[in-house]
């Protein structure tokens, strides 16, 4: 007995061990969808009208009524309620309205008027006080499976937006800046290994943010070298407060099939493959810090990020196209000047971003744009495509329109 009794032992110790030792591996391997079914994760609320935010906002220039024609129809097949704002022609932005450093800076008519949209897009969050938007430009398409896909993406921003409720400050994120930790180049955590105890009160994608860069063209993965310099660090002649370090963590989601192989994963059909592919397994997301994003198509704001942005962008600064002064304000770039101005001092921006992006630009046939030649000048006139999106809404409008099945949706980057 006592023999039967000791075996019994060993073998549940062995099987302990065992479990032990695979669910690290198990973690690893979930799946999105997994990962929402096995922890109850998804949050309710981005499956919303208008995905977990206060206010869809899309903006676009009154007289482009067929892209209001596209995106109502685009919103209304994917449950989404959406609010417009105007567009702004360039010839309508006097000089005397623009901050004091656009003198001389040779701004294009068509920077012009997009700035001063995107700063009503804000001044819009602002004044009704909202706890967070998302601001969509009217070229923006998105996967049809796009709530599901911010349910998971809402659960990685807490890494870097949530501080957990043991009374830290300091959320996941934090530990890996090199300021705070000199031992890592960077930091993979995968979706399965974040901590449960990221409960936030604002908004499903945490409380502590100003951007969450969901729609993009390009984005670089935070490195140690471009944070820990010796010297000050400068961004379109502005100097980089040494303060300013952005996490190193990536949040890494895998085996995810909303994403394209990764011959797909570019901005254009004639670019270089997104570091993406190329440092991680086929069908790979990351969520991480940002760092040198461009394009907007789509961004979403808190309100203490809508109020920093309209300060510096409103009446501090315009040297630059839009996507530029948001891609270096993240970066950093203007930190001392808001610690100069208020007297106080603050941690940089809390900017995060997502590989491949959430939203990206539709180029439709023609693809003619009121502000830049699309996709490098490269993309083909006589065909419509989404980079980077899968079952693309734009793409699939005529089918989602019959009511056809999800099944027999063109999915434009099948493996």
Known sequence: MLFS?????????????????????????????QYLKLYGKGSQEILNATLGFQEVLILNLPERTDRRDAMTLAAALSEIGVTWIDGVAGKDVPDKVMPGDSVDKGIASGNKGSWRAHMNALQRVVEKNMTSALILEDDADWDVRLKSQLQVFAQAARAFTQPPSSGSSLTKADLWRSDVSSDHTNADVFLGELPSDL??????????WDVLWLGHCGTEFPKKSAT??????????????????????????????????????????????DALAEEYPPHTRVVHASSATTCTQAYAVSQQGARRLLWQFGL?????????????????????????????????????????????????????SDITAPG????????????????????????????ERFDDLADQFAD
Not at 345 to 363: A, E, I
Not at 385 to 390: N, Q
Not at 397 to 402: C, E, F, Q, T
Request: glycine share 8%.
């Open 5 to 33: 009794t000791r075996i019994v032992a060993v073998a549940l110790t062995f099987l302990i061990v065992l479990f032990l030792l695979l669910k690290p591996t198990k973690l690893r391997q979930l799946s999105p969808l």
């Open 376 to 403: 490098g000048g490269f993309i083909k006139k006589d065909k419509e495509m989404t980079p980077y999106i899968r079952l693309s809404v734009r793409l699939n409008m005529g089918k989602l329109v019959a009511g």
């Open 199 to 208: 409960h936030p009160k604002l908004t499903p994608y945490g409380d502590k």
């Open 228 to 273: 820990a310099e010796a010297n000050p660090k400068e961004i379109s002649g502005h100097v980089v407060d040494d303060a300013h370090r952005p996490s190193l963590l990536r949040v890494v989601i895998p085996n995810d099939p909303t994403v394209p192989a990764p011959d797909h994963l570019k901005a254009h059909p004639f670019a270089l493959k």
């Open 316 to 368: 501090q600064t315009l040297t630059n196209g839009w996507d530029f002064m948001l891609k270096d304000w993240c970066d950093g770039a203007y930190v001392a000047s808001e610690e100069n101005a208020s007297g106080y001092k603050r941690k940089g921006p809390v900017c995060v971003t997502v590989q491949p992006p959430l939203f990206s630009h539709h180029y439709g046939k023609g693809a003619a």
